[in-house]
């Protein structure tokens, strides 16, 4: 919580930045709506394992901390909850990626390396051997 010991003078500023901070909340909560769906029709189809909410959302917790102020609550369960979708929605993205594409990025100058993908032993770029090891020859059933 560094805007405490940084908030000196910056009351407007703070005060703009709230309709950038919140307004997403919308679009956040129709997409997490959709998320959850699409897992619960598509992985049973897949034969993937349903990715737990309660592994990455954590909303109430810190609105339990005495020392916080009732708007620092407000604020905390918010960021719990849309940084916690996030992760949650990259882990049932990157499920999704790994069953129907499990083939690392290329290794270009600047480019972040996904480590779930080094961890998720997807195919190296550019291995066909790898490739065919980890995935065969394919094809419709």
């Known amino acids: 919580m560094d805007y405490r010991k940084l908030s000196t003078g910056r009351f407007w500023g703070h005060v703009m930045s709230f309709p950038f901070i919140w307004l997403p909340i919308f679009p956040v909560l129709l997409l997490d709506i959709f998320v959850e769906v699409y897992q619960q029709i598509c992985f049973p189809i897949y034969g993937l394992e ?40 990259k882990e049932v993205a990157g499920r999704t990626e790994k069953y129907w594409c499990g083939i690392m990025h290329a290794n270009k100058p600047g480019f972040q390396i996904h480590q779930d993908q080094i961890a998720k032993d997807y195919a190296r770029y550019g291995d066909e051997k790898d490739f065919q090891d980890k995935f065969g020859a394919g094809g419709n059933p």
Do not use: F, H, P
Request: aromatic share 16%; glycine share 8%; hydrophobic share 40%.
């Open 50 to 89: 349903i990715v737990k909410r309660s592994a990455y959302i954590q909303i109430r917790d810190r609105a339990k901390l005495q020392y916080l102020t009732g708007l620092e609550k407000i604020d905390c369960m918010y960021c719990g909850y849309v940084n916690g979708v996030l992760l949650y929605w």
